[in-house]
T-cell receptor, first 113, second 112 residues
Framework: DAGVIQSPRHEVTEMGQEVTLRCKPI?????LFWYRQTMMRGLELLIY????????DSGMPEDRFSAKMPNASFSTLKIQPSEPRDSAVYFC???????????FGQGTRLTVV | GENVGLHLPTLSVQEGDNSIINCAYS??????FIWYKQESGKGPQFIID?????DKRQGQRVTVLLNKTVKHLSLQIAATQPGDSAVYFC???????????FGTGTRLQVTL
């Protein structure tokens, strides 16, 4: 397996535009996590899914953020409209089942200007 | 990754010495813990894990200690090498919720 795959690796967009980040988890993994990493706040959990169902979205900062998992092999994190303070590295991770390690993708570096 | 060390505690050790990185976790109900290593521009990588029914676990050159009484984890790295330079995070898992959250991280600098 190629591991968790995220796209794009880098995204630069103008304030107000819609941004969509994509993630392909490791095949057979039941859990998928979205994290945001910044200097000020470290690694924050935004939302996670179990068997494609959102379990906890309490970390999603605002209604501008939304995440979906239409099937077991694909998830998206969307920001609409984007703002400069959304600039960060966004990581997706997956784990096979409870109480196992999570495997991370390489991240998407988002810059909103 | 966005872990430039302005707000991160930093541990400097000489090559060959042992390193000890500490972490205080937040939830007394957490039952599973993981240490991750993050190098610049990469995602966190798994190092070692421990379940709450254990107080010590050893891997290759690494040992994790868990003290549930004071909600404390430590990562010991033996014979630290330049390739160990990175930011290290502890993560805790909340029981049945399977929610995985991370601490603030510690930057390890290995000097020659």
């Amino acid at each position: 397996d190629a591991g968790v795959i995220q796209s794009p690796r880098h995204e630069v967009t103008e304030m107000g535009q819609e941004v969509t980040l994509r993630c392909k988890p490791i095949s057979g993994h039941d859990y998928l996590f979205w994290y945001r990493q910044t200097m000020m706040r470290g690694l924050e959990l935004l939302i996670y899914f179990n068997n494609n169902v959102p379990i906890d979205d309490s970390g999603m900062p605002e209604d501008r953020f939304s995440a979906k998992m239409p099937n077991a092999s694909f998830s998206t994190l969307k920001i609409q409209p984007s703002e400069p303070r959304d600039s960060a590295v966004y990581f997706c991770a997956s784990r096979e089942y409870m109480n196992t390690e999570a495997f991370f993708g390489q991240g998407t570096r988002l810059t909103v200007v | 990754g966005e872990n430039v060390g302005l707000h991160l505690p930093t541990l400097s050790v000489q090559e060959g010495d042992n390193s000890i990185i500490n972490c205080a976790y937040s939830n007394s109900a957490s039952d599973y813990f993981i240490w991750y290593k993050q190098e610049s521009g990469k995602g966190p990588q798994f190092i070692i894990d421990i379940r709450s029914n254990m107080d010590k676990r050893q891997g290759q050159r690494v040992t994790v200690l868990l003290n549930k009484t004071v909600k404390h984890l430590s990562l010991q790295i033996a014979a630290t090498q330049p390739g160990d330079s990175a930011v290290y995070f502890c993560a805790e898992n909340y029981g049945t919720a399977s929610k995985l959250t991370f601490g603030t991280g510690t930057r390890l600098q290995v000097t020659l």
